[in-house]
């Protein structure tokens, strides 16, 4: 329960819609995307804009109440629940595209915009934003901006980093700031913009952000390869970049994914194939016909057992849709999904591949793979059943494991997901005793009172023991 004073002076900045602690309220922000974390807030507000999200958070920070603030709570790190209770502020309101700028290639908008009508907006005025989250059906950009999400089109595109020039953000203690603008140069200072970008509410609510748009692809082509064996497809990964072809998407998906992907959406795939890449290239339509049959080339080497190219942008938007529906898929096949988020050096992920087979069979656990191969970003996912509890601890070993091998493999904890709850007992081991030191001190700069999203990001206790014992 917030104190009266503070439930007061919540309401009269937001309105009575603007304020809700009814106990559905309550539990319906209570969880996100991340399956076994739930802690239930003591309020949930709606602002319309950055004056009352300023005013919002002067009132937090007198009263020093946590806020976690809250896109569409698709994160799977545990990003949005409120394990320290307090005001889960919720951005959907605020979900207007303020302006696109044709003359330097720009748009601004408010965090709560989805992330699709957002890219289908901005490809209906004949530009584009790469960014594509498998859940930006559903995503907001506040969300991607703060966990700096991936997608599909990362490995030649880049991640939302790469198009976040400016933001408008509110401090703990309700100032507001901004940070870069529509430009293309600017070293004014910390880069502030890029510290908050991957932040996951804790340095600061983001209110608007400056994103840069670019011009789209004139040609585009979709294959698919088969393998009978997955350390195959992984292998070709590696070779494909390893040929100097940066294509923009190169997905792999093992057999248990392709079969759940293929009740799904009816494709007709080829379901005892042991793995499947799907590669997309767009460029030059010169450029584009020259690397997909250099692919093509590079699969067979690889020993693909069959190759296929799209006969039609309706088929190629298929095949996408049908990967984005990955995770969605797999959740059907038992009560509860975990899904990680390791990632490796591109030229690594057919040792990876084999890592986390060899792991899964140690501890008797089912594990599907797939994920964003050409960018080193697998995600391996345990089907499993949160009530039996003998099974939730193998599947936590054998995902402790994985990451240490994709540490030992140069890789990282999260390639993007975040850290959030999950993630936090991990997160020494990639970045040392020192680095959680200086991201505290960040945060003790911008949050001294620790009320921006509290127990998200840094551990009361690192796993780094188990480790060491297992050492
Ligand atoms: C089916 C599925 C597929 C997915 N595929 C991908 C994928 O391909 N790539 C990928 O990277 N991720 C993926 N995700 C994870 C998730 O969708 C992304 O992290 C996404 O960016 C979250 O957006 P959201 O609006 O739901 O944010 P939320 O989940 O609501 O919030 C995420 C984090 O951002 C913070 N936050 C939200 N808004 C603000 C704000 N305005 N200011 C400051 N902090 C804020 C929250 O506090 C939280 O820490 C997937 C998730 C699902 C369920």
């Not at 430009?183 to 952000?209: F, P, Q």
């Amino acid at each position: 329960m917030l104190p009266e004073p503070a439930k007061r002076e919540l309401i009269a900045i937001l309105g009575d819609d603007g304020f809700k602690d009814d106990p559905q309220s309550l539990v319906t922000h209570s969880y996100d995307g991340t399956p076994m974390q739930q802690a239930l807030p003591d309020a949930v507000v709606y602002p319309r804009g950055t004056a009352e999200v300023s005013a919002v958070m002067k009132t937090l920070y007198n009263h020093r109440i946590p806020v976690v603030s809250r896109g569409s709570g698709t994160n799977l790190c545990g990003g949005t629940v409120p394990v320290q209770g307090g005001v889960v502020m919720v951005m959907h309101r605020m979900n207007r595209i303020v302006g696109i700028d044709l003359e330097n290639l720009a748009a601004v908008v408010q965090p709560g915009v989805n992330t699709k009508a957002f890219a289908a907006h901005v490809e209906s005025l004949g530009l584009f934003y790469p960014p594509d989250p498998s859940s930006m059906a559903v995503s907001t950009i506040g969300g991607n901006i703060a966990e700096n999400s991936g997608g599909l089109r990362g490995l030649k595109y880049g991640t939302t980093k790469d198009y976040v020039i400016g933001l408008e953000a509110v401090l703990a203690n309700g100032d507001i700031i901004r940070t870069g603008g529509k430009l293309m140069k600017d070293v004014a200072g910390y880069d502030l913009t890029k510290l908050l970008v991957g932040s996951e509410g804790t340095l600061a609510i983001i209110t608007e952000a400056t994103l840069k748009l670019i011009p789209p692809p004139k040609a585009k082509k979709t294959m698919l390869a088969m393998y009978a064996d997955l350390y195959d497809a992984a292998r070709t990964v590696s070779k494909i970049i390893e040929n100097r072809i940066i294509p923009a998407t190169l997905e792999i998906l093992d057999n248990p994914t392709i079969r759940v992907v293929d009740d799904f959406a009816k494709l007709g795939l080829p379901r005892d194939a042991e793995a499947m890449l799907l590669i997309e290239q767009d460029g030059e339509p010169e450029t584009v016909e020259r690397d997909i049959a250099r692919i093509e080339a590079i699969c067979r080497a690889e020993r693909a057992t069959e190759v296929s190219v799209a006969k039609s942008p309706e088929e190629a938007l298929k095949l996408l849709t049908a990967r984005r529906s990955a995770f969605t898929a797999l959740a059907r096949l038992r009560p509860t999904t975990i899904l990680e988020d390791a990632t490796v050096p591109r030229s690594k992920i057919a040792d990876m591949v084999l890592a986390i087979g060899r792991i899964a069979r140690k501890h008797n656990v089912s594990i599907c793979t797939f994920g964003h191969a050409g960018d080193g970003n697998l995600h391996p996912t345990a089907t499993t059943d949160a009530r039996d509890h003998d099974e939730v601890v193998r599947v936590e070993e054998a995902f402790a494991e994985i990451f240490e091998a994709a540490i030992e493999l140069g890789g990282t904890i999260t390639g993007e997901h975040g850290v959030g709850v999950v993630k936090a007992p991990f997160l020494e081991w990639k970045v040392g005793a020192a680095g959680i030191g200086a991201m505290k001190a960040i945060k003790a700069a911008f949050d001294p009172y620790n009320l921006l999203n509290p127990g998200k990001m840094f551990a009361k206790e690192t796993r780094k023991r188990v480790v060491l014992q297992r050492g």
